[in-house]
């Protein structure tokens, strides 16, 4: 694990795409799992402001999604409990409208199966976001639909909505999300953390 982890540090496939985008970035892929994990969270991909600090998370998503889980900084980013995995390792970059790029497959499709793989203690999955729940679930669902859904796949998965600022309509228009779902997940989080 720890020569995959090396080599996907330094992955460098997404060098020209990258470089197309307004960012017009370099590859910096945030690498934040170890075997051991329990608690796999499976996002999107970085954003710019985690891009630049190298740590994933670490904006007002990341806070919100603290919240939900319920897990203080320190639990969150302890590496030997929580192995943070998304659809892409690198900010994908802005279009010509300022707007997130989606995760590039062909990082997925280069590193997840061997990452997951090497992550065989796994007692919780969290699914953030449409491309995740797609890759890890299949079939045609809509992210609402998912989330939804939660008691049909706890206590091993939950599906979320992205914590992003960009939800607040989501969360608004869908109460029961934080009032039904949020506390289950804060209780299954607490017990396999504290296990």
Same mark, same amino acid.
């Given at each position: ?11 460098? %496939?997404?060098? +020209? @795409? ?7 970035? !370099? ?15 499976? /996002? ?14 670490? &904006?007002? /998503? #990341?806070?919100?999604?603290? @919240?939900?889980?319920? $897990?203080? &900084?320190?639990?969150?980013? &302890?590496? /030997? ?11 994908? #970059? ?21 990452? =997951?793989?090497? $992550?065989? &203690?796994? @007692?919780?999955?969290? =699914? %953030? ?9 299949? #079939? ?5 639909? @998912?989330?939804?859904?939660? !008691?049909? =796949? ?9 914590? /992003? ?12 999300? +934080? ?5 289950? $997940?804060?209780?299954?989080?607490? +017990?396999?953390?504290?296990?």
């Amino acid at each position: 694990m720890k020569a995959l982890m090396e080599e996907l540090r330094n992955c460098t %496939i997404c060098t +020209e @795409r990258f470089a197309a985008t307004q960012t017009q970035h !370099r590859p910096n892929p945030v690498v934040w799992f170890r075997p051991g994990a329990r608690l796999l969270i499976a /996002s999107q991909a970085p954003g710019l402001r985690v891009h630049e600090a190298n740590t994933p998370f670490w &904006d007002q /998503s #990341g806070v919100r999604l603290r @919240r939900w889980l319920g $897990l203080e &900084d320190a639990a969150f980013y &302890d590496r /030997s409990r929580v192995a943070i995995v998304p659809m892409a390792f690198c900010f994908p #970059g802005y279009d010509a409208k300022g707007a997130d790029l989606p995760p590039p497959k062909v990082c997925a499709e280069t590193w997840r199966a061997e990452v =997951l793989a090497g $992550l065989s &203690d796994i @007692r919780l999955t969290v =699914l %953030i976001g449409g491309y995740a729940q797609q890759w890890h679930l299949g #079939g045609r669902m809509s992210v609402t639909a @998912r989330v939804a859904a939660w !008691r049909d =796949l706890a206590p091993d998965v939950f599906c979320l909505p992205h914590p /992003s600022w960009r939800n607040t309509a989501w969360l608004k228009k869908n109460p029961w999300f +934080e009032a039904e779902t949020v506390p289950a $997940l804060q209780a299954r989080v607490k +017990e396999v953390m504290d296990d």
